[in-house]
């Protein structure tokens, strides 16, 4: 069966293009891992400690910035004073959390068991300890990792929630040089962030809450005059016993209740007070649910027009139903195409794994 896998692999997966370089920087990647153990073996063969810190001390900050931890775990295993470098009066734990280098903090977080509580107490010339250093604001290519101001917003609370987790319960209310508490200081950097995500989420929110209304608007109508008419004796609907009726029924109702939902979760995003803790959950939480109502509503209301073109044409021309039906799938798909991706990624950002997923031990061979 392993032979069988190597040979399919070569055959048939490493032709498609995608995957191909994808294996391609992986070979690349191990390889590079393998002749960064070779030069650190080389390197630690020599006696003066001056020489070694030279040959491993810049390297070392570069793998930090550039946040491979790999590299990282490579040569502090052959060097373990390395992490004690100093570069600008920063150490490693405090240049990795003002870099947004996640997986490096990750790897210091999961391996460095015995020297984490000095790493926890770290401090800079300016008395800021780690949690200061979170609440500054990140580097602009570390903030657009991400797009719309919100989610940046969510991302660097996400930081500051972690960070907060790792320091000392002292450290949360201690003062720098400047009188700042963590929490003073993340506000007065991402002031103008907080802004731009306020109105990112308005001008959202204001848009899909005219969908929502115009949606609304066509259900209650599509309710009220139903297709074919009512009975004039009792008031009820002539197709009523068709099963194309019960489903036109169902699926307006559906559409009129879901945009009515979306319509009042986005009508709260307009009037939330867009505090700085509102970006972590409560805010993408009513966009999530109400970018989901919406999806329900257009896909019910699309199924409930389709029905009432059926109860109308089912006996007479039952082939213009055809080309209805395929047509019924370009606003859907054109909704899932343009709107999904915002979904899954608010989805993915709030409610996944996040940037601080549990990071395994492990050992490069």
């Known amino acids: 069966m392993k032979s069988i896998y190597i040979k399919f692999w070569k055959l048939a997966l490493l032709q498609v293009p995608h995957i191909k370089h994808l294996h391609e920087d992986k070979v690349k990647h191990n390889d ?6 070779c030069i650190c073996e080389e390197v630690a063969k020599l006696n003066s400690f001056s020489d070694l810190l030279e040959y491993y001390g810049e390297a070392f900050i570069l793998a930090v910035q550039n946040d491979i931890p790999e590299a990282v775990e490579v040569i502090a295993e052959y060097f373990p004073r390395a992490i004690w ?4 009066n920063y150490r490693i734990s405090q240049i990795a959390i003002r870099n947004r280098c996640e997986k490096v903090y990750k790897y210091f977080l999961v391996n460095q068991v015995d020297d984490k509580h000095l790493h926890r107490t770290e401090s800079d010339d300016n008395d800021n300890n780690l949690l200061h250093l979170a609440g500054k604001l990140a580097p602009i290519h570390k903030l657009n990792m991400v797009s719309g101001a919100a989610l940046q917003m969510q991302r660097e ?3 500051f929630k972690e960070v907060e987790k790792f320091v000392i319960p002292k450290d949360v209310e201690e003062t720098n ?7 003073m200081v993340f506000r007065r950097e991402h002031r103008k962030l907080r802004k731009d995500g306020e109105e990112w989420m308005v001008k959202t ?21 139903v297709p074919g008419g009512n009975k004039g004796d009792t008031g009820k609907a002539i197709y009523e016993t068709k099963a194309s009726f019960i489903v036109f029924a169902v699926s307006d109702a559906i559409s009129l209740f879901t945009s009515t939902t979306s319509l009042l979760l986005f009508l709260s995003i307009l009037t939330a007070g867009y505090r700085e803790e509102d970006f972590l959950y409560r805010l993408p939480k009513r966009l999530i649910f109400g970018l989901a ?15 009432t073109l059926y109860l109308l044409f089912e006996d007479e021309k039952a082939w213009i139903l055809i080309p209805i039906a395929a047509l019924t799938c370009l606003p859907i798909a054109s909704f899932v195409t343009l709107q999904f991706p915002l979904l899954v990624e608010l989805i993915n950002s709030t409610y996944g794994r996040g940037i601080f997923s549990k990071q395994k031990d492990r050992k490069i061979k």
């Open 85 to 88: 470098k100093v570069k600008d």
């Open 293 to 307: 109502m919406l999806f329900l509503s257009v896909t019910s209301m699309i199924i409930a027009f389709n029905a």
């Open 205 to 225: 929110a204001d848009s899909y809450t005219i969908t929502a209304a115009l949606i609304i608007t066509i259900a209650f109508t599509t309710a009220i005059t």
């Open 177 to 183: 040089d400047e009188k700042e508490t963590p929490i």
């Open 157 to 159: 609370l996400q930081w």
């Open 32 to 37: 590079a891992l393998l002749l960064l153990k």
